[in-house]
Structures are given as C-alpha cells and as structure tokens.
C-alpha cells in the first residue's frame, strides 16, 4: 500500500525550532519529489515547499512566507522526508501534511513528474504558543 | 503577489449540477497552470479529484470533471450527492516549483 506517515508535530515556544518527518512506503522513494502542506484550524490549504528527486539535484522550492525558515529534506536511504521549521511564529500553528507528487517511470526507467501532488499523509500537528 | 480566487461557499440540490471556479487576481487561468483540484472532508487529508485541468484521478466518479472557462479553472459536479458536501480546493503551478492553493469553496449539497 502507498503511505505517507507524518510525525513529529508538537507543542514549541515561539522563536522555537521543531522537525517534522514524513515516512513513506509502498513505492520507489527515491524517485519521487515530495510537498509540505499546511492548514490552520478552520482555514484553507497552504503549499509550504517541496523536494524534488537526485536527479534533479534535490532542488527546493518554497513559499514566501516560510523562505528562510523552513528548509526541506530527504534521506533516500531512509525513504523519509523531513520539514525543519525554525524561529517559529505564532501563525505557523497548522496541522502539517506531506505529499508525494506524482510521477512515473517510463519504459527505459527513466522518472517523469507529472504537475500533482497524489498521495497525502493523514498530517501532524503543531502548535506553536507561550 | 498572485492570488487564487474561489467562491467561499457553494449550494447545490441532490441530483444537481454545480460549477466552482479558481480563478487568478491577475490574469487568466490556462492549462499551463495545471489547475488541481482536491476534495476535503472535515478531519480529513485531502483527496485528490482533477489534475491537468481535466485528468480525473484514479477511482474518482465520472460525475467529477474539469475544465477551462472563460478566464478561470473550472470544477463542475454533474448529479451531486450527499456525500460530496466537503471543501473544494484549487491549486496553481506557478513555475520554479512553486504551488498556491486557493482559499477553497465550502460545497453543501441540500
């Protein structure tokens, strides 16, 4: 079965710093590239940043509003993806959720992204107060 | 800064057709932007409906189409159900990896 595990999320003082993790399986994890997403209580949806895979030079990307103080990362041998969030705001406070974006591999083993993220974790929670 | 616009709610009638939109602060919506859409019930992860604008994933109901119209991304629910009350979100490609969603459409289906 295709699964993404998130974990870590917790309670941080602002000004904190707290690591989340994203366990995968059930698929080639090294070939993927993978998404934070957020979501405050009662809001909507925000694309935080993503991976992408060796290929690609584990290339990052990121929302504004995190550039600076988040920062993405992977551990292919471990098939885990990692969100280090940093001098946290009070408005950080979300659940967390990593998401794989979608791709495939072709007929030479070559791996094609496709524009969509597929598969979601069930997401992590933090929470970030004095 | 670029802005995706969606309706904040949404009614339609059981047996119904309803039409969300996702639209840009500036500009249009094409398919170069290869609007998104995802489906979330409350407690829920979101689930993914429409990607490439038009592209149902996999096990979604045929119900559940995408298109472009006008200047906007479009979702539209032919024949609504019950169970299809939930948030409706859009997201954007912007280039250089980078995503924005929508601020999503809360859909009631009564």
């Known amino acids: 079965e295709v699964q993404l595990v998130d974990s870590g999320g917790g309670l941080v003082q602002p000004g904190g710093s707290l690591k989340l993790s994203c366990a995968a399986s059930?698929?080639?994890?090294?070939?993927?590239?993978f998404h934070w997403v957020r979501q405050a209580s009662g809001k909507g949806l925000e694309w935080i940043g993503r991976?992408?895979?060796?290929?690609?030079?584990?290339?990052?990307a990121y929302a504004a509003s995190v550039q600076g103080r988040f920062t993405i990362s992977r551990d292919d041998s471990r098939n885990m993806a990692y969100l280090q969030m940093s001098s946290l705001k009070t408005e950080d406070t979300a659940v967390y959720y990593c998401?794989?974006?979608?791709?495939?591999?072709?007929?030479?083993?070559?791996?094609?992204?496709?524009?969509?993220?597929?598969?979601w974790g069930k997401g992590t929670t933090v929470t970030v107060s004095s | 800064q670029t802005v995706v616009t969606q309706e904040p709610s949404f009614s339609v009638s059981p047996g119904g057709t309803v039409t969300l939109t996702c639209g840009l602060s500036?500009?249009?919506?094409?398919?170069?932007?290869?609007p998104t859409w995802y489906q979330q019930t409350p407690g829920q992860a979101p689930r993914t409906l429409i990607f490439?604008?038009?592209t149902r994933s996999s096990g979604v109901p045929d119900r559940f189409s995408g298109s472009i119209l006008g200047n906007k991304a479009a979702l539209t629910i032919t024949g609504a159900q019950a169970d299809d009350e939930s948030d409706y979100y859009c997201?954007?490609?912007?280039?250089?990896?980078?995503?924005?969603f929508g601020g999503g459409t809360k859909l009631t289906v009564l």
């Open positions: 059930g698929f080639t994890f090294s070939g993927s590239a």
């Open positions: 997201a954007l490609y912007m280039g250089s990896g980078i995503w924005v």
């Open positions: 998401t794989r974006h979608s791709g495939y591999y072709d007929s030479t083993g070559s791996f094609h992204y496709n524009y969509y993220m597929d598969v």
């Open positions: 991976i992408r895979n060796k290929a690609n030079n584990y290339a990052t």
């Open positions: 500036s500009g249009s919506v094409t398919s170069s932007y290869y």
């Open positions: 490439s604008t038009n």
